[in-house]
């Protein structure tokens, strides 16, 4: 039997605060509004065409909008937010629709404003080394603008080819690189945004320090809570001289984690230290065929840069930290092709996992490098305990954990088990002294576990802040804060 | 990805098949960076995560298509881009396939929709009729101004016309002789595609791959009853008729492939060549024998690039001291993943080669979708012409003639590879260079 357009056919919905029945009740004439603000193309109002909005890189949990609607201008972007202001409607910003935590996640009374269509670099400063882009540009379509005059953008989130600059700045995203060259919060030096009422607003600038408050610091991981970002100028850093990756593979996990331990524990700072375990070996391997040492159990990526003696330097001593740690095999890349294939693994690692289970929940969580090999042990064991498989794929230099649950999402059972095994890990690492979220922001993945890392004032504070700049609470209220927290807010503005 | 399919639609093999795709897709959304579509216009429905959610949407419900299903998949180019992209290994083709079909059996087009659609069904895999209509064309061609700019209708139609070649071959021999004997000592025998556009537009090429592989010891066989791939109705959704096709040149080959053996099916169009290749899949519920000649014949196509690597090509000419931008066909660098052998034989050759920036992205021509969707594949054009001038190249060599159309008349002589290979290994200079 065919089923009438647009009706929801999936069950798998998160908790949502209750959507309001009067915004709800107007959404033609909602809808109409935002026509007759926004060229034709750039409003999506049919159930069948708003559904594949209705999920982003956490597709476990789906909502379809109200609206989506994809300025152009940051005046568009305005223009949308006073209307929604004044009308008290919800709004939820998206830029690639990448997060791994439902950060784009919509609700049935929120408007999504995606910001896709916002895809210029607006200016390049080689003189002051910043580059000013709108928030629609991806996080390689910056390093590909300058890098024929070598420069590059250093974050480098393993999505970097898809992710959009604005959705960086919003989850205050990492990467493989971070270790050395710190995360987007270190290389942002000014904002445009749109505020709650729809201001425009222009943050920081184009130099390190601005005077005042950090209001850049306040916003970058500010999870679209607290004003749309439209444009962002960022630092581009001179690309070093060389670099070169080593792989090093391993008997098992604790023992590769103990040798990430010893490099980071002798003072060296390779420019990416990574960790895989033998299932995401063997997925990336057959993406990416980089040589990856197919007989380890676990394996370390380790990228050193600079002149060719310094990076000689670097690999014979990181070579003899290996040695000690029992390795099966080292090998050095030989080409810069190399180097490439074996980077096209890692970062592709998440979707490679695709390969070998249908669904898989990405964890984010941060732990002091010294307990590695015992969090890597005591995952293993959960996993035994819930009978289901994980692979383990992250930043090892700062301790910036991502094990991947995998589970089918067809058998509801699967799924509760991989949420329950997910929310466990996480609270292990709070407990080993780290915390829930490296770079993935809380989104509504980790809102309900906030309570575990923070203290109910700790909490209260932050929700004072959104309130600050979003009095209605209006900017994207399902997440980052336990439901409970959130709906309270919301109900009390009204 | 989870889907919702009941057991009864997944006895569907077809529903089936798709399902297994969309539990591949982890939905992590890397492949909208490298789709020309959602570059352009900014939206995920015109991403591929967004057409394959449409997909899921419309095959779970069992829903007619509908317009607005219909517009975003009809925007996609089939380029490929999207799986060379994507970690998981997800087959966007065959689930796109699927939906094309899908659409052509429940959706009912605008009229002159229709009408557009079966012409071109009906004339390009015929080459005596593609030939017919373009003498017919040519003649309008001059009034092209008098068409009405804007509605989509009259854009359509000067597309077609500024696509029609000034210049009309002479219909030629290359194109229906049989057998093409090796000089030397027989080193292989293949059966060579010759298409159907092709042989219309630039019978050069056939001529150009014949002498150059006689030349290699290589026995050339052109089988009656082969003719057009299936790859233009097939993209269109037209499936019946994209299998008569296939149908057509399983039977050719396979019968010279028991007669006196193959050693390959060579294409020199890469359009064609991602086509072949999959006639095992498309073939896959079909009785037997067809099923295993089907994948026989798949298994043995290559494109002429593979062919000639694995032939240790040479030149006989000096080098010619130009320099050649490589244009990465789609079906060549994304249907096929062949992206190093065509730029180390034109190296082999003596040229030097350069690559546009973004070489993974379409250049519009996309089989029919120049004709279809004029607007998009114009900006396409002028994207990828922009990118290829910027290398400031003497020429620019592409494997297929899709492209070869597309870029034709931008400024540059735009060749076939094969052509440049010949040349150099003692063949004519090529037409568009002369
Ligand atoms: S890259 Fe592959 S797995 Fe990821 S969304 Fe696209 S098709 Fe799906
Ligand atoms: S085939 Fe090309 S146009 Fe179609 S979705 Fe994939 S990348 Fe986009």
Redesign the pocket.
């Known amino acids: 039997m065919p089923r009438p357009a647009g009706e929801i056919i999936l069950t798998n919905m998160i908790n949502q605060p209750e959507p309001k029945a009067e915004i709800l009740a107007r959404r033609d004439t909602i809808v109409a509004a935002f026509r007759g603000m926004l060229p034709p193309e750039a409003v999506i109002a049919e159930p069948i065409r708003l559904r594949p909005y209705e999920t982003d890189g956490l597709s476990a949990y789906r909502q379809p909008p109200l609206a989506v609607v994809l300025p152009e201008t940051t005046e568009q972007v305005a223009a949308v937010m006073r209307y929604c202001h004044a009308e008290g409607i919800r709004v939820v910003p998206r830029g690639a629709g990448t997060s791994l935590s439902g950060g784009a996640l919509p609700m049935a009374d929120a408007v999504v404003v995606g910001l896709m269509k916002m895809n210029r670099i607006l200016d390049i400063d080689y003189a002051d080394r910043c580059a000013t882009v709108q928030a629609g540009v991806t996080n390689i379509g910056i390093t590909d603008a300058v890098q024929g005059r070598g420069f590059f953008y250093a974050p480098d989130p393993s999505s970097q080819l898809a992710c959009m600059i604005g959705g960086n700045v919003n989850m205050n995203s990492g990467g493989a690189h971070c270790l050395k060259y710190g995360v987007t919060a270190n290389n942002l030096l000014g904002l445009k945004i749109v505020t709650a009422e729809g201001d425009v607003l222009n943050i920081g600038g184009r130099h390190l320090d601005a005077a005042g408050y950090d209001w850049l610091g306040l916003l970058t991981g500010s999870e679209g809570q607290l004003a749309v970002i439209t444009e962002v100028t960022v630092r581009i850093l001179r690309s070093p001289e060389g670099a070169r990756a080593m792989l090093a593979a391993f008997r098992s996990n604790e023992i590769a984690g103990a040798c990430v331990d010893s490099i980071i524990s002798s003072g060296i700072i390779p420019v990416a230290l990574e960790f895989m375990d033998r299932p995401a070996i063997h997925a990336c391997e057959d993406f990416a065929h980089a040589g990856y040492p197919l007989d380890a159990e676990a394996m370390l990526i380790i990228e050193v840069e600079g002149s060719s003696e310094e990076q000689d330097a670097l690999l014979a001593r990181i070579r003899a930290i290996c040695e000690q740690h029992d390795p099966i095999s080292m090998k050095v890349s030989q080409s810069a092709e190399e180097s490439l294939a074996i980077w096209k693994g890692r970062k592709g690692a998440f979707g490679a996992i695709g390969r070998i289970s249908p669904d898989y929940l990405c964890m984010d969580g941060v732990i002091p490098t010294s307990r590695l090999p015992e969090v890597l042990r005591r995952i293993g064991e959960m996993g035994d305990v819930y009978g289901l498989k994980v692979a383990n794929i992250f930043h090892a230099g700062d301790g910036n954990l991502h094990p991947l649950i995998m589970f089918d999402a067809n058998d509801p059972e699967s799924f509760r088990k991989a949420e329950q095994f997910g929310a466990d890990i996480l609270k292990l690492c709070v407990e080993m002294g780290g915390c829930l979220t490296g770079e993935h922001g809380v989104g509504v993945e980790k809102r309900d576990l906030m309570p575990v890392q923070f203290k109910a004032e700790e909490l209260e504070q932050q929700r004072r802040i959104k309130t600050a700049f979003d009095p209605d609470w209006l900017l994207n209220p399902n997440k980052v804060f336990p439901l409970a927290a959130s709906s309270e807010r919301s109900a009390r503005t009204h | 990805m989870q889907t919702n399919f009941t057991a009864e639609q997944l006895r569907d093999p077809e529903t089936s098949a798709a399902n297994q795709v969309l539990r591949t897709c982890v939905h992590c959304g890397l492949?909208t960076a490298?789709?020309?579509?959602?570059l352009l216009l900014g939206d995920e429905l015109?991403?591929?995560r967004g057409?394959i959610y449409l997909i899921k949407d419309m095959l779970e419900a069992q829903r007619p298509a509908t317009e607005d299903v219909v517009r975003h998949i009809d925007?996609?180019?089939?380029?490929?881009?999207?799986?060379t992209?994507c970690p998981s290994g997800v087959n966007?083709?065959h689930l796109?396939d699927h939906a094309r079909t899908y659409i052509e059996r429940t959706y009912r087009r605008p009229w002159h929709e229709r009408a557009l659609r079966a012409g071109l069904g009906t004339v390009l895999p015929r080459p005596w009729l593609f030939r017919l209509t373009l003498l017919g064309a040519r003649l309008i061609r001059p009034m092209t101004g008098l068409l009405p700019r804007g509605g989509m209708l009259g854009e359509r139609v000067r597309a077609m016309l500024e696509l029609t070649p000034t210049r009309l071959p002479h219909s030629n021999s290359a194109n229906t002789q049989q057998v093409y004997r090796a000089q030397g000592a027989r080193r292989a025998r293949i059966a060579l595609l010759t298409g159907c556009a092709q042989q219309v537009l630039a019978p050069e090429i056939n001529q150009a791959t014949i002498r150059l592989l006689t030349r290699l010891g290589v026995e050339v066989v052109v089988a009656p009853g082969a003719g057009c791939c299936g790859a233009l109705t097939h993209h269109m959704g037209q499936h019946d008729a994209a299998m008569t096709s296939a149908r057509a040149n399983i039977a050719a080959w396979s019968d010279q492939l028991k007669e006196e053996g193959l050693d390959a099916v060579v294409v020199n169009a890469s359009g064609c060549g991602t086509m072949v290749k999959d006639y095992g899949f498309m073939f896959r519920t079909e009785p037997e024998p067809w099923r295993s000649n089907a994948e026989q014949i798949s298994a043995l196509a290559c494109d002429v690039s593979e062919l000639l690597s694995r032939l240790n090509y040479e030149p006989t000419r000096a080098p010619p001291g130009l320099t050649v931008a490589y244009h990465s066909a789609?079906s060549l660098q994304?249907g096929q993943r062949i992206t190093a052998e065509p730029k180390a034989l034109l190296q082999r050759a003596g040229f030097t080669v350069v690559e546009p920036a973004e070489p993974h992205i379409?250049c519009g021509s996309a089989g029919t979708y120049n004709i279809l969707q004029p607007a998009l594949a114009s900006r396409l054009r002028k994207r990828k012409l922009d990118n290829l001038r910027a290398t400031t190249p003497d020429l620019v060599a592409a494997g297929n003639i899709g492209c070869i159309t597309q870029l034709s008349g931008g400024g540059l002589p735009v060749v076939h590879t094969v052509e440049l290979l010949d040349w150099m290994a003692g063949g004519p200079v090529p037409e568009a260079m002369a």
């Open positions: 492949c490298t789709c020309p579509t959602f015109d991403s591929p057409r925007r996609c180019l089939s380029c490929l881009a999207c799986m992209t966007y083709m796109v789609c994304h379409c």
